[in-house]
């Protein structure tokens, strides 16, 4: 398909852009298919903050936004930019991050070193001087910038660090869970995963353990059920802290739809919530979402249902998680198509790359550049664009390559 004609550098520019992002796209998929993935928000610093500035550097290639039907609605003017959130998009110019409403006006004036969507009203801002606190609609301060790290209000609470010590603080900035995390994640549904100086456990909002600090690692419930590591061994609980799941694997995902993914010597198997085993050995099995769990077996990828079935045979490079009840697969030329959820191709493969898709759309990339399809594999955004990301609220935002 050729449907733009690209002058020789940018053309350059844009092969080895999309190198840089296949690369990056398979080590992503590579990292999904971890068994013992414990990454979470406790041990992260802070997230996704953008790259320090000097000299307010400005980009090559600028950042803008486009609607649905492909048309630009607020130029390419901004050296960097985030997605649309809560009716606002953090946007950097000259090395300075700010606000804008989407008719691409600022709320909030480029000034400050890094920004964070607005969350329960309040957004995360870093001054100059590497401290951080929150800001409202129209970029006053809030609470003071006096932290080391916060992160996003959940639950009325946001969780602050001093000298490397977390605690949480309300919404006029009191602090109401002392300093005395050595880890601690965010609240959701009134219980945030903790560490004091010894192990891990779950608190409420009012800072009491309710399941206790026993546990080398721990999650949060997911429809009644806690994951949980114990003496090197992965188990799960009940909030009464009872044993619903012997703690006996050395690996282990959360529950999913009544089934869960654990780890031995021999493989990766399906368990139900009574540890009843629903599968057979694979060499990696993660969820996939819609009902479906992702598998790996002598080097090649297919899916089975929750029930343990096989429903898309071990045939492809790699497939990524269901979306819209359709996934992509990648063949041996490494090209993506689109599949469905009882493993019907849709269409051939012939995407350089491909991500999920989203209310009917999905980015995929051309010899051209980046753009979006349809579920029938029909192009409806041309692919134009250096860089692309899924819509927020109706926008996306783009990044032209000439």
Request: aromatic share 14%.
């Amino acid at each position: 398909m050729t449907v733009f004609n690209l002058n020789l550098n940018a053309m350059n520019l844009f092969r080895i852009h999309l190198l840089f992002l296949f690369a990056l796209f398979l080590w992503q998929c590579q990292g999904d298919a971890s068994q013992e993935n414990n990454s979470s928000s406790e041990d992260s610093t802070i997230d996704d903050l953008p790259p320090e500035q000097e000299d307010f550097g400005e980009a090559l290639y600028k950042w803008g936004y486009i609607n649905q039907a492909g048309t630009m609605v607020i130029p390419t003017r901004f050296d960097d930019a985030r997605n649309f959130e809560q009716g606002l998009a953090a946007v950097q110019v000259k090395g300075e991050w700010g606000f804008i409403n989407k008719k691409g006006d600022y709320v909030i004036k480029p000034q400050f070193k890094g920004v964070w969507a607005f969350r329960e009203g309040l957004a995360r801002a870093l001054t100059w001087e590497d401290e951080m606190g929150f800001i409202n609609a129209i970029g006053k301060w809030v609470i003071p910038a006096t932290f080391e790290e916060v992160q996003d209000f959940s639950n009325g609470l946001a969780r602050v660090q001093k000298d490397g010590i977390y605690g949480f603080i309300d919404k006029s900035g009191k602090l109401v869970i002392p300093m005395q995390f050595a880890r601690v994640s965010n609240f959701e549904n009134g219980l945030a995963k903790a560490k004091g100086f010894g192990k891990y456990g779950i608190i409420d909002t009012t800072g009491s353990f309710v399941i206790s600090e026993k546990y080398d690692r721990i999650e949060l419930p997911i429809n009644g059920l806690i994951k949980a590591k114990k003496d090197g061994k992965y188990g799960f609980l009940d909030i009464e802290e009872n044993i619903i799941v012997p703690f006996q694997y050395q690996s282990a995902s959360n529950f999913e739809e009544g089934v869960a993914s654990v780890g031995e010597d021999s493989g990766y198997f399906l368990v139900d919530e009574k540890g009843a085993r629903l599968s057979e050995n694979y060499d990696a099995l993660w969820y996939g979402k819609e009902g479906r769990w992702l598998m790996e077996k002598g080097g090649k990828f297919g899916a089975i249902a929750a029930s343990g079935e096989e429903v898309i045979p071990a045939a492809y490079e790699q497939l990524l998680p269901f979306s819209d009840s359709l996934t992509f697969y990648q063949d041996k030329r490494q090209l993506w198509g689109i599949m469905n959820a009882e493993g019907n191709k849709i269409t051939a493969a012939e995407y350089g790359l491909a991500w999920e898709f989203k209310n009917g759309l999905a980015r995929v990339a051309f010899y051209e550049g980046i753009g979006f399809i349809n579920k029938r594999g029909q192009v409806v955004i041309s692919p134009r664009y250096l860089e692309v990301r899924d819509f927020s609220e109706g926008l996306a935002r783009v990044q032209l390559g000439r």
